[in-house]
């Protein structure tokens, strides 16, 4: 099964097309979920875990992995189904997010496809903010659910979405005479409320949408009422897994538009920051930092908004 996550030199060369390669899994049911293979570090049949005393239900237990101790989530369980009660025949895809690795238990590991960003939708607005449902889309007339892991994960191992008080001292101090607004673009219900209330503390006003394609269409709909976009964003803050259009198209096209291309940018994701670093220069965003750290994001912000200022 690791093999099936070989080849990542390849799977660059999707990235700026807005195409992505998903891991199909199951768990325990007919549905078949997906997830971007860049988060994957490899998909291997479950180890012997060992209990964790006083840990969430949700995790199943720790094994040791390539040299490393690795909780392992049971995905099913952490989306409120049935836990995967045959270990022996499931699962573990060992991911990279927000800054750690774990592994997720899943039933069944199905195969790797590839698809466009354009064909990942958003989930119906009906389904609310308690749905684990980030994106979804079709194959072969089959729907597959994308999971909205950065929920599952806030909701074992908690979020801190606390700024430093000096940070916030500090930052206050040098806006004293101007309360920014930034522009904010996540799928995640999860990264949008951490991403708004680090801002608040901040003083900082947001803007709130939920993928690239409905970003750029608020950025265009500023511009086309005769706003000045740059004065009126100090920036935009933008996710890069994203249904319909993800975060390097989205950079791009803003800086293929006159009204928008001086914009500043700042990547804000749970993929790998080496990689992500690589691509920041080839589609011209300003920043990339990884999810997610208050300290982190508000210090990029402030550092973007100095910047900003200058070139107001």
Not at 284 to 298: G, Q, R, V, Y
Request: charged share 25%; aromatic share 6%; hydrophobic share 40%.
């Amino acid at each position: 099964m690791a093999s099936m996550i070989e080849g990542v030199d390849q799977r660059t060369k999707l990235v700026g097309h807005n195409r992505l390669e998903l891991l199909l899994f199951k768990l325990g049911t007919s549905q078949t979920f997906g997830i971007n293979v860049f988060k994957v570090r490899e998909a291997i049949p479950c180890p012997t875990l060992t209990k964790l005393p006083f840990s969430h239900p949700v995790v199943r237990g720790a094994a040791y992995i390539r040299g490393q101790a690795i909780s392992i989530f049971d995905l099913s369980l952490g989306i409120g189904g049935q836990p995967v009660d045959d270990l022996s025949k499931s699962f573990v895809i060992i991911t990279e997010y927000n800054r750690s690795v774990q592994g997720f238990l899943v039933s069944n590991i199905d195969r790797i496809v590839n698809t466009s960003w354009a064909d990942i939708l958003p989930p119906p607005s009906a389904l609310g903010n308690d749905s684990y449902m980030t994106a979804f889309t079709k194959l072969d007339n089959e729907l597959i659910e994308i999971i909205d892991v950065e929920k599952v994960m806030s909701e074992v191992v908690g979020t801190d979405d606390i700024v430093s008080d000096d940070l916030v001292e500090s930052f206050i101090s040098h806006n004293a005479d101007y309360r920014p607004h930034i522009l904010v673009a996540d799928d995640s219900s999860v990264a949008r409320n951490q991403i708004k209330r680090t801002m608040e503390q901040l003083g900082i006003d947001t803007t709130i949408t939920r993928d690239g394609k409905e970003a750029l269409l608020q950025l265009q709909t500023w511009a086309d009422e005769g706003i000045n976009v740059k004065q009126h964003i100090a920036m935009l803050i933008s996710d890069i897994e994203m249904p319909e259009m993800d975060g390097y198209t989205l950079t791009s096209e803003i800086r293929k538009d006159p009204r928008l291309q001086d914009i500043k940018i700042l990547l804000h994701s749970s993929m790998s920051g080496t990689f992500n670093n690589n691509m920041v220069d080839i589609v011209e965003a300003d920043k990339f930092i990884a999810k997610f750290s208050p300290d982190d994001l508000a210090t990029t912000v402030q550092e973007l908004i100095e910047q900003w200022k200058l070139e107001r």
